[in-house]
């Protein structure tokens, strides 16, 4: 925020680059002198979280395409033989494997408190657009990741996801055979989800970059949501964020290695040791953890092409959320009301994960299309209203003052 | 005084507008071949040449599987029970109305072919299941009956009719 004017290069080398490069300087403005308020607690690590995941997922991926065949025939013996003779084989697709869904908890974490905290709104607009872009690109490329095992849930995940896109009228089934480049899911559909699903982490990284930039223009939101007022307010990225951040990834790695180590397949499914077999369904097709609440939106819609749309709109009406909460207060701590409907709201979204994995029949399918309600009301009704009728708590003048008391 | 010459056209005007129009053409050129080398190759297309079945084998009451172009096709020889319980279904309260008459060939009523694809998102329904003791798709719960129709479920339409003729009365071709 205060531009890189502190930056002064030692060495003879960094005085030469500077004068050619600024890249010390940036990185210094963006690392090093950058003011972080000084009242962040630990649900602001998990963006350093995932950055750290999207290098390991990038670094174990690219090692584990030395090994992969993308073809229907020899995908499923490529992975067992990475399991079994590639040396470390096993390990690193484990990481990999776990390191997806450890990448989705620290996204959920870091949505819900961007929502907790208001951290989308005004000046921050354009920085969660830009997360909810990440977000998608995630989820896509979880999904084709997905698929190039080509085991039983891999080729059958991969018949219903791109079957949603033939519920367009008129261009669905052109569109349809376009996707899987045959007339079903098959070799060439294998073929280019690989390439798809090696190039996206990179597109993921460049948004990234424009993520962290809006960011650092905007300047981090904090636990009161009021703005940094003096430098008694904030204090330098190193060594307070970075030590922070840096305690955090560690703790999250126990976890990650906990999963990678101990439970390597208990996020996944033991229908996908089977090789993939057009002429059979398995019984009980169920998605990934990091999708059911979607997938549970998805079937409580009895007509195909709206559940098709209430399934993308569930996910781009967060790109509205800016808007669509009116109040002027950011933090839910001063919001009494709007407190109590976020953790509501959380509690209909893990609701719906549970659903998602049910059969969907009886009870599932009311109790679904109930939370489905609620999940679209929060945001066209619940949250609009709130902030015209919410009574808000009385902000703290300063981030110091909220730390220190009125002393400060 | 100095701004009379922009508002005519000049010959230079054209030359931006024509080289501009140009470059569009050709971009959108270039996007043809890339777009285009996604749909299926000609080896793929190839492969999807039609294919002959023989009936004979195929006992009443039994369903078998043939697989065209990457789908499965199901053939079922119908009992008289199936027949009757196709036929008799009042088509108003069907959610895609069709007779059974327009689901089968003339004069092959024991017939029915279809595509084996749950018309929601995909799966393959499980033959002599559900309600109507035609098919049940285990991933979302529609329920087809012995005609093939939806009759419960998200799905919207009926398993789909490949294209195929009789070549004779114990054998058919696909495609």
New interface residues.
Partial sequence: MSGHSTYQPQSGFMKWMERRLPIGGLVHSSFVAYPTPRNLNYWWTFGGILSFMLGVQIITGVVLAMHYTPHADLAFKSVETIMRDVNYGWLLRYLHATGASMFFIAVYIHIFRGMYYGSYKEPREVLWILGVIIYLLMMATGFLGYTLPWGQMSF?GA??I???F?AFPGIGEPLV??????????S?TLN?FFSLHYLLPFVIAGVVILHVWALHVAGQNNPTGIDPKSDKDTVPFTPYATVKDGFMIVCFCILFAWFAFYLPNYLGHADNYVPAN????????VPEWYYLPFYAIL?A?????L?VLALFGSIGILAFLPWLDTSKVKSARYRPLYRQFFWLFFAVCIGLGWLGAK???GIYVVLARILTVYYFAHFIIILPLLGIFEKTKPLPNSISESVLGSKA | MTTVSSAEHTRRDFLYIATGAIGAVGAAAVVVPL?AQ????AS?IAA?APIEVDLAPVAEGQII?V?W????IFISHRSKKEIEAAQKVDLGSLPDPQPDSARVKPGHDQWLVVVGIC??????PLAHQGQYEGWF?????SVYDTSGRIRQG???ANLPLPPYAFVSDTKIRIG
């Avoid at chain 1, 055979?177 to 098959?186: A, H, P």
């Avoid at chain 1, 057009?278 to 097709?285: E, L």
């Avoid at chain 2, 172009?69 to 499965?72: A, H, L």
Wanted: glycine share 12%; proline share 16%; net charge positive.
């Fill in positions: 059958w018949t219903v791109t079957n949603f033939s055979t376009w996707l899987w480049g045959g007339y079903g899911v098959g060439p280019r057009p002429a059979v369904t398995p019984a009980h097709i079937r819609i009895p007509n195909k092409l559940g059969p969907a029949e | 777009i996604m749909n299926p190759d793929t999807g599987k697989f172009r990457s789908k499965p018309t929601h998102l995909g799966c393959i798709c285990p991933c979302h719960g998200p799905a919207p």
